[in-house]
């Protein structure tokens, strides 16, 4: 969606690695690191509800529940 495509935009020159205030930057800074240094994307519990979502386009990002039935993603 288009705000993310601006927290992309943002990332690339964005100069602080932690406490940006930037709407979005942490969370998807993490999410981005983590996905390139996961070493058990298939088992891991940040990962897999991506993998579900590339497997499957018509799933919503948001509606994806860990065991607990805990929204994963929102």
């Known amino acids: 969606c ?10 690339k020159t964005c100069p602080q690695m932690h ?5 979005h930057c942490t969370s998807t800074r993490f999410c ?22 590339q497997r499957d386009p018509d799933l919503e990002v948001g509606v994806l529940a860990d065991s607990s039935g805990a929204t994963v993603l929102g």
């Open 32 to 53: 981005i690191n983590h996905r390139d240094s996961c070493t058990d994307p298939d088992n891991c519990d940040v990962c897999k509800p991506w993998r579900e979502v």
């Open 2 to 11: 288009g705000e993310y495509r601006g927290v992309l935009v943002h990332l």
């Open 19 to 23: 406490k940006c205030d930037f709407p």
